[in-house]
């Protein structure tokens, strides 16, 4: 089992950055893929991004591409989701995912709570 708390959304204007966290717990953090998701009212959840457990492979959804960058700290059993150049868009619910040892990062196994960013214009 891995336990993923996420911490850092808010509020923001358009343009604006912000900085997600996840904390694992439960495995070592250098044997599970983590990665971010999100979720708008009304349409479906969708991947953002992922990052393999060693670091040395991350994964992008086009639409974020050079605007967020994902890393991780396995000293701290955590990863981070940099949101840059934010859109209203951007607006959702962001879970943070993970999985053992999985790659692609599109389908992973445990969830965190989720963490509010809404982007306003």
């Known amino acids: 089992q891995v336990q993923l708390v996420e911490s850092g959304g808010g509020m923001v204007q358009a343009g604006g950055s912000l900085r997600l966290s996840c904390a694992a717990s439960g495995r070592a953090s250098s044997t599970i893929t983590m990665g971010w998701f999100r979720q708008a009212p009304g349409k479906e959840r969708e991947f953002v991004a992922g990052i393999m457990w060693s670091g040395a492979s991350t994964d992008y959804a086009d639409s974020v591409k050079g605007r967020f960058t994902i890393s991780r700290d396995n000293s701290e059993n955590t990863v981070y989701l940099q949101m840059n150049s934010l859109k209203p868009e951007d607006t959702a619910v962001y879970y943070c995912?993970?999985?053992?040892?999985?790659?692609?990062?599109?389908?992973?196994?445990?969830w965190g709570q989720g963490t509010q960013v809404t982007v306003s214009s």
């Open positions: 995912a993970a999985g053992v040892f999985t790659w692609p990062p599109r389908r992973l196994d445990y």
